[in-house]
């Protein structure tokens, strides 16, 4: 089987080069240049279209097993394939809680059979997500884990994120933290400001944010052991990131579209769409975000697709759940406030989100070059949508993006070499 594309830019980490062919053999780039000629049984014209490596992301809910009412593998890992994505890591707190190998090998199985990308799954740091008992993290990584995360709760206890650093490190894969101190939250919905006073919302304040990520850096740095924070969400954050990475500390962190592109005023008229944890913060938290992804140091975008239901969402803002749908909308976000604002280039935006994820995990990205398996993503830069339920394809539609006109659109997706979307 051979599929030729013709008539692209191609975006890598390090270029962008234009009029390009692409041929692909059997899954594998085995010709990129001008004017190939060479027949195929599949050939796509994509002038004015732009290929990227293929987008990964590094922190999904896939909601299975246990609550695939809201998303499931299989819509899950169609909504990715849509994104551009060809693999998302997927984190634990399913239910049961992917805390050990069954849970493990039936999402594995479960995406190899109906998945439209690949599932890496991501397990627990503590058994039940409870912050007490480590799960055991070197046979989960010995049955395909390639991280551990308690997301959505906090690790608290401070001697058991020491101890799971340290585990971490030794079997050679990532923790992934949820940085939150509770004690700050303090029963509080939304962001502590302005917005969450004229709303009459009990606020969370930055601190709780910015307190724990202070713990996991100093941590890291007393053990020398890496640690990667995940959905930051403040300047403080970013502050404190960038100091540590200059002292030499092995951290890491990603943050969310979200969270370079809307403010908590997007929870005016207690809109639960906007609502998230870590919660939407303030313009100049936004252009925090915008500046570490400048500088780098922020190292990737990671989407926190957390679908709910409806009725899940449809209800009081103190009661409703945390979290918005991403995979759908994460590249169109990053095009038009990232790209088209002239503050990343298109390499600096691959890096982000198809190469700098994947290596954080150990998992071998994907790459334009001959030789590669053919992983691309083809978009159109100038194409202008909106987004709408009745064009998501994730069962759920709680996305704060509806009605919004966003740039860049996924138009190709070739996985492991077969045309997936076209």
Not at 34 to 54: H, Q, R, Y
Not at 59 to 81: C, L, N, Q
Not at 276 to 296: C, F, K, Q
Request: aromatic share 6%; proline share 5%; charged share 20%.
């Amino acid at each position: 089987m051979t599929i030729l594309l013709k008539n692209l830019t191609i975006v890598t980490v390090d270029s962008v080069t234009e009029g390009q062919d692409i041929l692909i053999t059997d899954g594998v780039i085995t010709n990129i240049g001008i004017n190939l000629t060479n027949a195929a049984d599949t050939i796509l014209d994509c002038s004015g279209k732009t290929a990227f490596p293929s987008f990964f992301d590094m922190h999904t809910h896939m909601r299975d097993p246990g609550f695939t009412y809201k998303e499931d593998i299989e819509s899950g890992t169609k909504a990715a394939m849509h994104g551009g994505f060809w693999g998302v890591a997927a984190m634990p707190n399913t239910n049961p809680v992917t805390d050990n190998v069954p849970v493990v090998e039936y999402i594995i199985n479960k995406a190899n059979k109906f998945g439209y990308a690949k599932v890496f799954p991501v397990a627990a740091i503590t058994k039940g997500l409870e912050g007490k008992e480590l799960t055991e993290v070197m046979e989960l990584k010995a049955h395909g884990v390639v991280a551990i995360s308690d997301d959505g709760k906090p690790v608290s206890d401070s001697n058991t994120m020491r101890q799971a650093l340290r585990y971490a490190d030794m079997a050679g894969m990532p923790v992934v933290c949820h940085s939150e101190d509770l004690s700050l939250v303090n029963g509080g919905v939304m962001n502590e400001g302005a917005t969450a006073d004229r709303l009459g919302l009990r606020g969370i304040p930055r601190a709780a944010e910015e307190a724990a990520i202070a713990r996991e850096i100093i941590l890291a740095k007393t053990y020398n052991v890496p640690v990667h924070i995940t959905h930051i969400s403040t300047k403080g954050s970013v502050d404190f990131i960038r100091y540590a990475k200059k002292e030499g500390v092995k951290v890491t962190c990603d943050t969310c579209p979200h969270y370079f592109s809307l403010t908590d005023e997007a929870c005016e008229g207690y809109d639960t769409h906007a609502k998230m944890n870590p919660p939407l913060r303030e313009a100049s938290d936004v252009a925090a975000m915008i500046e570490g992804l400048m500088d780098g140091t922020i190292d990737a975008i990671a989407t926190d697709h957390a679908p709910h239901h409806f009725d899940e969402k449809k209800i009081e803002f103190d009661h409703a759940l945390n979290g918005i749908i991403g995979l759908e909308t994460s590249f169109a976000v990053g095009c038009t406030y990232l790209y088209k604002t002239g503050k990343l280039t298109l390499p600096q935006l691959a890096k982000l989100m198809a190469d700098t994820p994947c290596r954080i995990l150990n998992i071998t990205p994907a790459e334009i070059k001959v030789g590669a398996t053919a992983n691309i993503t083809v978009c159109d830069l100038n194409e202008t949508w909106v987004p709408t339920p009745e064009n998501t394809v994730s069962k759920s539609k709680n996305s704060p993006y509806y009605g919004k006109e966003l740039t860049g659109k996924v138009k190709i997706v070739i996985t492991d070499g077969t045309l997936k979307l076209s």
